[in-house]
């Protein structure tokens, strides 16, 4: 059992953004969220080549090329199979955050996008498609394992009146590797036919640059303190990280969560499921987290060049504009980064994804109506843009965000390897089904992420509570008054304190007992 400090009384727990939140944040996200956008646009700009490639290696070694359909189908499989090793990283996270702490696993698997980097950057080389794809396999992994791990670790570490703000970072430094690919793809710089491995496996700059400095900044206090019960080192990482507050209040804080986590081992993903008292918070993450990939938001930036094409954009023209859209990208970050903490995280949400519903409609009134009328090409390319702008102000970092707020440390892992695995299902779906739905469905495809996008929209605005500027334990009571209402509804005045254990954190809810002593006044 960890050693505990006593102190006398609560304290008010606010804290300002420190330069060490703000390079930890940065290291994080410029090493490893990063990657996942420039992964997720760098197969978007040379596909002619990788296809060519893959076409000359077959025909060299069977005499015969591929066909139309096989060559779509491989080149398909190359850009889903990122989404494929994102999903086995996102089931691995819950185990390795455990065992490794959430800097420790930020840092321990580097290793795997240097090994990715290798083996794209000779597979020209050494005439080996099979090498591209289980590189971008590779990188899959890492996104997968990143992009959970990183906003579990930024929110562990802030203060809740920066969290938001810490939070979307890695959101921002998505936004920022996918336009670091949409520049590097044009042809003055690595978009030559004889530069594409490069382009690929150019990750492990950042990666590097990651590995030398993070490893010196301290893991999250809350690891420290709930999971290796070292005190000491919890003072220590949180005099790093926080400046001339008192500290007192925010472990005091954490040891309040910790004594209720006492009897409560870590969950693993069949345990949550299986706890009633999170029903809410499961159900609101696997809506968001799907909602996120379903969106449409893939396939835009998978096949943006192809969008413009078929908008009617000069052929010449399409790498201009789709390196502009990745600005966009950046400024919608920042505008959701430093306007979360006054807005709140469902204003973000809600807003988002209703712009991008109506945006994809948008696009498809525009593909239908552009032989009529030859403005509706810039129509479509404004929703695409509209489309990216909305993804990027809130749905493309608010989500994980939620997912850390919406859990205690017992829950959290599971929650996010349910998050994880859903959002890289989702990404996978739509990775590989849509050059199909586009070619069987036409403009009409993009109404099914319009749907989509509206539904999660009124989702978010109907069951998801605001969390801005509350700690962990007001978020858990929050859902617990929501737990004891609707199980209080449904049950006689003579059950009311037969309710079950709330969310697996031990004790009846206060409104519970309250509703009770209220019920046997004659």
């Known amino acids: 059992m960890a050693e505990e400090i006593l102190i006398p009384s609560r304290g008010k727990i606010t804290s300002h953004l420190t330069s060490s939140l703000l390079v930890v944040a940065f290291l994080a996200s410029f090493g490893s969220s990063m990657l996942y956008g420039y992964n997720l646009a760098v197969v978007n700009s040379p596909a002619a080549y990788i296809k060519e490639f893959y076409n000359k290696t077959v025909l060299s070694r069977n005499g015969t090329g591929l066909s139309e359909e096989t060559l779509t189908l ?23 955050v455990t065992r490794f702490g959430r800097k420790g696993t930020v840092v321990n698997t580097t290793v795997l996008v ?13 005439g080996s498609p099979e090498m591209v794809i289980i590189g971008r396999f590779i990188t899959g992994i890492h996104s997968g394992i990143s992009l959970s791990v990183v906003p579990m670790y930024l929110g562990e570490i802030a203060p809740k009146n920066v969290r938001g703000f810490l939070g979307l970072v890695p959101s921002i430094f998505i936004g920022i590797g996918v336009f670091l690919a949409q520049i590097l793809g044009l042809h003055e710089l690595l978009g030559k036919e004889e530069h594409w491995p490069i382009f690929l496996s150019v990750v492990v700059v950042p990666t590097f640059i990651q590995l030398l400095f993070l490893p010196w900044f301290p893991e999250s ?9 070292n005190v000491h080192a919890t003072i220590t990482a949180l005099k790093w990280y926080r400046s001339k507050c008192n500290i007192q209040a925010e472990i005091e804080e954490m040891q309040e969560e910790q004594r209720s986590l006492s009897s409560v081992d870590t969950l693993s ?6 706890d009633d ?7 609101s993450v696997v809506v968001i987290n799907i ?22 954009i000069p052929p010449p023209e399409i790498q201009y504009t789709t390196a502009g859209t990745g600005i966009i990208e950046i400024i919608a970050g920042l505008v959701g980064c430093f306007s979360i903490e006054k807005l709140g995280r469902r204003p973000l949400m809600v807003g988002g994804f209703t712009m991008m519903g109506f945006c994809s409609a948008g696009i498809t009134l525009s593909l239908l109506f552009q032989a009529h009328a030859s403005f509706m090409r810039y129509v479509s390319v404004c929703c695409v843009v509209g489309i990216i702008a909305g993804f990027c102000i809130g749905p493309a970092g608010v989500p994980f965000l939620i997912t850390a707020e919406l859990f205690k440390q017992s829950h959290r892992p599971a929650a996010y390897i349910i998050g994880g695995s859903l959002n890289w299902l989702s990404n996978f779906t739509v990775g590989f089904f849509f050059p199909f739905l586009q070619m069987s469905a036409g403009p009409y495809c993009f109404l099914v992420f319009a749907a989509i996008s509206v539904s999660v929209a009124a989702y978010i605005f109907v069951a998801i509570p605001e969390t801005k500027n509350k700690t962990f334990m007001e978020i858990s009571r929050l859902f617990s008054k929501k737990e004891a209402i609707l199980e209080t509804e449904g049950l006689a005045p003579v059950d009311q304190l037969k309710l079950k254990k709330m969310k697996g954190y031990g004790g009846v809810d ?13």
């Open 510 to 522: 206060r409104a519970s007992r309250d509703f009770d002593s209220s019920s046997s006044v004659p």
């Open 291 to 312: 909602g996120m990939q379903l969106s449409g938001i893939d396939a835009i930036w998978f096949y943006t060049n192809d969008i413009f094409e078929n908008a009617g």
């Open 74 to 96: 491989m080149y398909s499989l190359t850009v889903s199979v990122f989404a494929i090793g994102g999903l086995l990283g996102s089931l691995v996270v819950g185990m390795l």
């Open 221 to 229: 206090p809350r690891y420290l303190l709930m999971e290796k019960h």
């Open 269 to 274: 993903v069949w345990q949550l499921l299986l």
């Open 277 to 283: 008292g999170v029903r809410w918070q499961v159900l």
């Open 114 to 126: 240097f090994i990715a980097g290798f083996l794209m950057g000779f597979s020209r080389i050494c």
